[in-house]
């Protein structure tokens, strides 16, 4: 599905990662994970294009998109929930969803909005809302939502669990691992490793830029050295 | 009374034109947070077209009305593409955009004044029948009834457009937030683009209705109308479409209101920007204040 080569990018002089190679298969969940300012941001947004590429190729199904515009991006099926949630603040919940669906024909996004609200109850209760007053997790299920009106191909998860309560957290990767079970492809970035190597099939340990580690995600699981530098710190 | 409703009449004509100008200004600083000082150019420039359109052209305003209107879009887009795109990616883009968009405004005067020459043109006779009501002491004429229509249509358009349409809500989403709507798959570069297009057609309208109803043209005459047209949007609440239409009419009406009631014009716009001051002092942010585009 995702197959990246030699990924850099650079802000001004500073290089904030460097020669990446990655890839993510069709149906699986792989996980990027790394402590804070690893350079795991960066990298979705290269993927999205919305940084540009210093040196390297990313291809989307055989195809190379490396300088392909953002918003074809979304239209070829590579969409992103960014860190943060991003939800447009002064929009109500329906238009965020809507907006999710822009890429899409008209024809199937009252038929996908339901979809989502079976997914998300939360929102089919607060459709008029404007998102802005919606709780920390109430928005990034409507983030994740509005991703996923998107039909992606592949969804890149930018920590979806930051800032939330363990509640909130264990309901978001309940929704990730149904994902999974539908077929979604998903390229997720967390901090909170345990429970991100938990549904993940594969799994990639950043620090500052580079990749130290790779591996299946239940052998990274039982790894003491990953054991020891991140499993002992979240959750 | 009856000079005092006639001029609140007036006041409604004029203060509708104010808020079409005005919200093409408050469009593009919505979405963009910078001021486009073209604009004023542009209105001229829509004005002048539809002018030549019905003179040389032999057109029909009817023809000539959206022909020209969508002139002053196509300017919009170039003003859009030589004074801003380029500068887009510098940290002083405000600044510099400000000072760039004066420049192409300077440049569509000159244009003007090289082909309409420096001094007042006017509509031919007879371009708008001349048909007059009386209504209780209230004159009202044709023309002025046409005009409000067009300004009421307009604004009902551009209103149901942010709300409803695609592209409407597109624009509020890259007004919000321009990473976001890049990553919901808005091609943010060509919303920009449109917003230009969108804002100036308006203003290159209220270019026309403004020669049609003052009798006439010259280069020059977006000058008065520039600073009115940026006090309305403060008066309103910067970025606010529904705050423009209202500021428009509130300034117009204090114009008309102030000329009745004191006997001369002298006053006029001292009143209207008093007005100005006396509003920024009680809501700082505007009437609408707070509201952008994004919640037209
Ligand atoms: N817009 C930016 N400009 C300059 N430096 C940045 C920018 N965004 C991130 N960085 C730097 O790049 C590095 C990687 O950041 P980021 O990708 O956000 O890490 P992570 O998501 O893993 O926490 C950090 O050192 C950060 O300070
Ligand atoms: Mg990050």
New interface residues.
């Given amino acids: 599905m995702l197959e990246v080569k030699g990924l850099t990018v650079a802000y001004g002089l500073v290089e904030a990662v460097r020669d990446l190679n990655f890839s993510v298969a069709r149906g699986t969940v792989v996980s990027l994970v790394g402590p804070n300012g690893a350079g795991k941001t960066t990298t979705l947004n290269a993927l ?1 294009g ?1 940084v540009p590429v210093a040196a390297g190729g990313i291809a989307l199904e055989g195809r190379d998109i490396t300088r392909v ?3 074809r ?3 070829k099926g590579l ?2 929930v ?1 860190e943060g949630r ?6 109500s919940v329906r ?1 965020n969803l ?3 669906a ?2 899409r024909p ?1 024809q199937e996004v009252a038929g996908d909005i339901a979809r989502m609200e079976e997914l998300f109850p939360i929102l089919a209760d607060k459709r008029e809302t404007p998102a802005g007053s919606l709780s920390g997790g109430e928005q990034q299920m409507l983030a994740m939502a ?1 991703g996923l009106m ?1 039909r992606p191909k592949l969804l890149l998860l930018d920590e979806p669990s930051l800032g939330l309560a363990p509640l909130v957290v264990k309901m978001i990767f309940e929704i990730v691992k149904e994902l999974k079970s539908q077929g979604q492809t998903i390229l997720l970035v967390e901090q909170n490793v345990y429970q991100s190597l938990a549904v993940s099939d594969y799994a990639y340990v950043v620090e500052n830029g580079s990749i130290v580690l790779e591996g299946a995600a239940d052998k990274l699981s039982a790894d003491p050295a990953v054991a020891r530098a991140y499993l002992g710190q979240t959750v | 009374m009856n000079v005092l409703g006639q001029q609140l009449v007036n006041g409604l004509f004029i203060g509708g034109m104010y808020s079409l100008f005005a919200v093409g200004y408050t469009l593009v600083f919505g979405v963009l947070d910078i001021l486009n000082l073209a604009h004023a150019a542009v209105f001229t420039m829509g004005g002048l077209a539809a002018l030549w359109l019905v003179q040389s052209a032999g057109l029909s305003i009817w023809a000539a009305f959206p022909l020209a209107t969508l002139l002053a879009g196509v300017l919009g887009l170039l003003v859009n593409q030589v004074a801003f795109v380029p500068l887009r990616r510098r940290p002083d883009t405000y600044f510099s955009g400000l000072i760039s968009s004066i420049a192409m405004a300077i440049i569509f005067e000159a244009l003007a004044m090289q082909i309409f020459g420096a001094h007042n043109v006017r509509f031919p006779a007879g371009t708008v029948p001349v048909v007059i009501w009386r209504l209780g002491g209230i004159t009202i004429t044709l023309l002025q009834v046409e005009i409000l229509a067009t300004v009421v249509l307009l604004m009902v358009t551009l209103t149901q457009l942010l709300k409803r349409a695609r592209i409407g809500k597109a624009i509020r989403a890259v007004a919000e937030n321009q990473r976001a709507a890049r990553l919901l798959g808005i091609n943010v570069d060509g919303v920009i683009a449109f917003t230009f297009f969108l804002s100036s057609a308006l203003g290159g309208a209220a270019g026309i209705l403004f020669g049609l109803y003052f009798d006439s043209l010259s280069p020059d005459m977006g000058r008065p109308i520039e600073l009115k047209g940026l006090a309305v949007i403060v008066l309103g609440g910067m970025g606010s479409v529904p705050g423009a239409i209202l500021g428009g009419l509130a300034f117009g009406l204090s114009e008309v209101l102030t000329v009745a009631i004191s006997g001369t014009s002298n006053l006029r716009d001292a009143v209207a920007f008093t007005m100005l001051f006396a509003i920024m002092l009680l809501r700082p942010s505007g009437i609408l204040g707070k509201g952008r585009t994004r919640e037209a």
């Fill in positions: 999205s919305v515009s953002s918003h991006r979304v239209a969409v992103q960014p991003l939800v447009l603040a002064g929009m238009e809507e907006l999710g822009y890429r008209s509005r998107a």
